[in-house]
T-cell receptor
Framework: GQNIDQPTEMTATEGAIVQINCTYQTSGFNGLFWYQQHAGEAPTFLSYNVLDGLEEKGRFSSFLSRSKGYSYLLLKELQMKDSASYLCAVMDSNYQLIWGAGTKLIIKP | IAGITQAPTSQILAAGRRMTLRCTQDMRHNAMYWYRQDLGLGLRLIHYSNTAGTTGKGEVPDGYSVSRANTDDFPLTLASAVPSQTSVYFC?????????????FGEGSRLTVL
């Protein structure tokens, strides 16, 4: 079956750096997405990786290794507003999105 | 403000009742989707539509139906609600279906079936 694994919850300190991992096993691969979802709100797009390597976008970076079935989202200079759930999703060979359950990130002052 | 509008935002419903969740987008996106989000699970696709006039079944379609009479509207109907359909429902859209484009989500409809 298809599977996306990510930690359920992580805690980090304001101003620090945190890495949220995502591993996947899917039938084919057409890219990996990261979305941010604040409590009670809609998910919003953060990043898309289809080639191996690191994509940087401001304080957020996303890394992909297709051979390892692995990605991470790196958040730098953490702010209280970064407290949210981070959803990893993989697009399989049929262009269907398979979603992880999300990682709840708690930022402490 | 451009985007996706869902209604109602919250609803409590008796089991056995019929319910339609409304979704409207003004971005002229071809593809639209309905997902449900349950605690501890990833988003699960219920139904989708790649273009007006066409619909398809997702991962968990049983008990739900959709229609796509035009580009903007994509209502989701629960013909006879059951408690297991208690969930948060998100409507989403993308420029094209089955491509690698970003999804835009509505604010969600929280449904409780008693």
């Amino acid at each position: 079956g298809q599977n996306i694994d990510q930690p359920t919850e992580m805690t980090a300190t304001e101003g620090a750096i945190v890495q949220i991992n995502c591993t996947y096993q899917t039938s084919g691969f057409n890219g990996l997405f990261w979305y941010q979802q604040h409590a009670g709100e809609a998910p919003t797009f953060l990043s898309y990786n289809v080639l191996d390597g690191l994509e940087e976008k401001g304080r957020f970076s996303s890394f992909l290794s297709r051979s390892k079935g692995y990605s991470y989202l790196l958040l730098k200079e953490l702010q209280m507003k970064d407290s949210a759930s981070y959803l990893c999703a993989v697009m399989d060979s049929n262009y269907q999105l398979i979603w992880g359950a999300g990682t709840k990130l708690i930022i402490k002052p | 403000i451009a985007g996706i509008t869902q209604a109602p935002t919250s609803q409590i419903l008796a089991a056995g009742r019929r319910m339609t969740l409304r979704c409207t987008q003004d971005m002229r996106h071809n593809a639209m989707y309905w997902y449900r989000q349950d605690l501890g699970l990833g988003l699960r696709l219920i139904h989708y539509s790649n273009t007006a006039g066409t619909t398809g079944k997702g991962e968990v379609p049983d008990g739900y139906s959709v229609s796509r009479a035009n580009t903007d509207d994509f209502p989701l109907t629960l013909a006879s609600a059951v408690p297991s359909q208690t969930s948060v429902y998100f409507c989403a859209s993308s420029e094209q279906g089955f491509d690698t484009g970003e999804l835009f989500f509505g604010e969600g409809s929280r449904l409780t079936v008693l």
